[in-house]
């Protein structure tokens, strides 16, 4: 029900833009995250965005060089990351997820495969 792609191999500062298609019960009015696991580390939230796509939130180390944008035109329900400036530690397993019933604040529990993004310097 969500299928996340467009990652790759990057060098620093390089951008790459992940995208993330959503299905079934997961609605277009629903709040989206992106999340990403790094080797040997937890998995750990980079950026979400509301149903209507006026709210945004961020980790506090890609402020400023990620952007997480959403469109949801008919038959499209569509999430993005556009990643700029990117650094060796942003390398990671990135996933798109939806909380609980699509709300801000709910747990995540409904999450896409991943993929891997590897920024080397």
């Known amino acids: 029900q969500l299928q996340a792609s467009g990652g790759g191999l990057a060098q620093a500062g390089d951008s790459l833009r992940l995208s993330c298609s959503a299905s079934?019960?997961?609605?277009?009015?629903?709040?989206m995250g992106w999340f990403r696991q790094a080797p040997g580390k937890e998995r750990e939230f980079v950026a979400s965005?509301?149903?209507?796509?006026?709210?945004?939130?961020?980790k506090d180390s890609v402020k400023g060089r990620f952007t997480i944008s959403r469109d949801n035109a008919k038959n499209k329900n569509m999430v993005y990351l556009q990643m700029n400036s990117l650094k060796p530690e942003d390398t990671g397993v990135y996933y798109c997820?939806?909380?609980?019933?699509?709300?801000?604040?709910?747990?995540?529990?409904?999450w896409g495969q991943g993929t891997l993004v590897t920024v080397s310097s």
């Open positions: 079934g019960r997961i609605f277009s009015s629903w709040a």
């Open positions: 965005i509301s149903g209507s796509g006026q709210s945004t939130y961020y």
């Open positions: 997820a939806a909380p609980r019933d699509g709300m801000f604040g709910n747990a995540y529990e409904n």
